[in-house]
């Protein structure tokens, strides 16, 4: 597996990666006030983003050259040190086979080597069981749980701070 930078044109096969509204809310919760989105929607707020905090969004590509997953890394201006891990998602053809972890782990590296990051957070809602072992499974903590989480069609999801120092 390697890593690239996102590119605009990755945009349109990452949401074809999302095959529900309820899939799309667990990805980015509140981010988007509608469901779909356009490809441009999602470059117009990394491109905001990146204006607002250090920013890198990322891609990444099995050994035949062909995108598998996708995540943003970002931090504040005045806590270098400090990365967020978020909109990770993987191909949803080929989930179940390790991907997740495995860009995870790469993105760390990445963020160490590129980015001088010591410690990394990231957020779960709790019915995400799979995406929360994958988690735990690479050292990440639970830090603090968010009772009032995100508000989905009247119920109320809750999601775990997770944290990796």
């Known amino acids: 597996m390697h890593i690239r930078k996102f590119e605009e044109r990755d945009a349109k096969y990452i949401l074809n990666w999302i095959t529900s509204e309820k899939e799309f809310r667990m990805w980015s919760a509140s981010q988007y006030e509608t469901y779909p989105i356009k490809p441009s929607t999602l470059i117009e707020n990394?491109?905001?983003?990146?204006?607002?905090?250090?920013?890198?969004?990322?891609?990444?590509m099995d050994d035949f050259d062909r995108m598998v997953g996708h995540l943003i890394l970002r931090s504040s201006f005045?806590?270098?040190?400090?990365?967020?891990?978020?909109?990770?998602?993987?191909?949803?053809t080929l989930r179940g086979r390790g991907y997740g972890k495995q860009m995870i782990k790469e993105a760390m590296k990445y963020a160490k080597e590129n980015l001088g990051a010591e410690r990394f957070s990231l957020g779960v809602f709790t019915n995400n069981r799979v995406a929360?072992?994958?988690?735990?499974?690479?050292?990440?903590k639970i830090a603090e749980v968010l009772k009032n989480g995100y508000e989905y069609y009247g119920k109320t999801w809750p999601w775990y701070e997770m944290v990796l120092t």
């Open 78 to 92: 005045k806590d270098k040190k400090t990365f967020r891990i978020g909109f990770v998602i993987v191909d949803s």
């Open 132 to 140: 929360l072992n994958c988690y735990k499974s690479l050292g990440f």
């Open 46 to 60: 990394y491109e905001k983003s990146a204006r607002k905090e250090r920013f890198v969004s990322l891609v990444f």
